[in-house]
């Protein structure tokens, strides 16, 4: 079974723009987390999308968005990015969101914001 | 998530066993705990995970006390391939953490030849 994709793996944008970044879970898969790492504050959760909704959100600005499609694949959003967004930004699947789904990381996309 | 405590660092020789503890004193009695590694600017890996008995697949095994409030993790011949920095995870019980785990600081395992 393929694990989880996301694309792009590289990314370099900025200041002010805004980057879409995708995430393909694994088959049959219907939860998607998204995480943000950066080597200051480790990795923090940034929402969670089960069957097209949001069902969890972290601490994070409204700069920060996303969405799940019918397929399960998300995509996240980041609006007038700052300086501050540059991370490793991860997404996990599983097949639900209940503590006893394992979730399944993938490489992980790195923004560059300049 | 219940608080996870793990030591910043630890070595390993090559070929012995690398034992990596986890004190998780506030676990609630129907919290999971999740142990993952991150290889250096890769995602995380799920390594295993287990509730109360001792639990062991083809990557390592997990130890947890009897009263739950400890686990550690084994690598039975650790080799080179394995330095990364090891989470010790107990997300929400409950039955839903809608997605959430909470990585703390890690444990930086470095295996020396």
């Known amino acids: 079974k393929a694990g989880v994709t996301q694309t792009p793996r590289y990314l370099i944008k900025t200041r002010g723009q805004q980057v879409t970044l995708s995430c393909s879970p694994i088959?049959?898969?219907?939860?998607v987390s998204w995480y943000q790492q950066t080597p200051g504050q480790g990795l923090q959760f940034l929402f969670e999308y089960f069957s097209e909704t949001q069902r969890n959100k972290g601490n994070f600005p409204g700069r920060f968005s996303g969405r799940q499609f019918s397929n399960s694949r998300s995509e996240m959003n980041v609006s007038t990015l700052e300086l501050g967004d540059s991370a490793l930004y991860l997404c996990a699947s599983s097949l639900g969101h209940r503590e006893t789904d394992t979730q399944y990381f993938g490489p992980g996309t790195r923004l560059t914001v300049l | 998530d219940a608080k996870t405590t793990q030591p910043p660092s630890m070595d390993c020789a090559e070929g012995r066993a690398a034992n990596l503890p986890c004190n998780h004193s506030t676990i609630s009695g129907n919290e999971y705990v999740y142990w993952y590694r991150q290889i250096h600017s890769q995602g995380p890996q799920y390594i295993i995970h287990g509730l109360k008995n001792n639990e062991t697949n083809e990557m390592a095994s997990l130890i947890i006390t009897e009263d739950r409030k400890s686990s550690t993790l084994i690598l039975p011949h650790a080799t080179l391939r394995d330095t990364a920095v090891y989470y010790c995870?107990?997300?929400?019980?409950?039955?839903?953490?809608?997605?959430?785990?909470?990585f703390g600081q890690g444990t930086i395992l470095t295996v020396h030849p």
């Open positions: 995870i107990a997300p929400n019980a409950g039955g839903t953490s809608y997605g959430k785990l909470t």
């Open positions: 088959s049959g898969h219907r939860s």
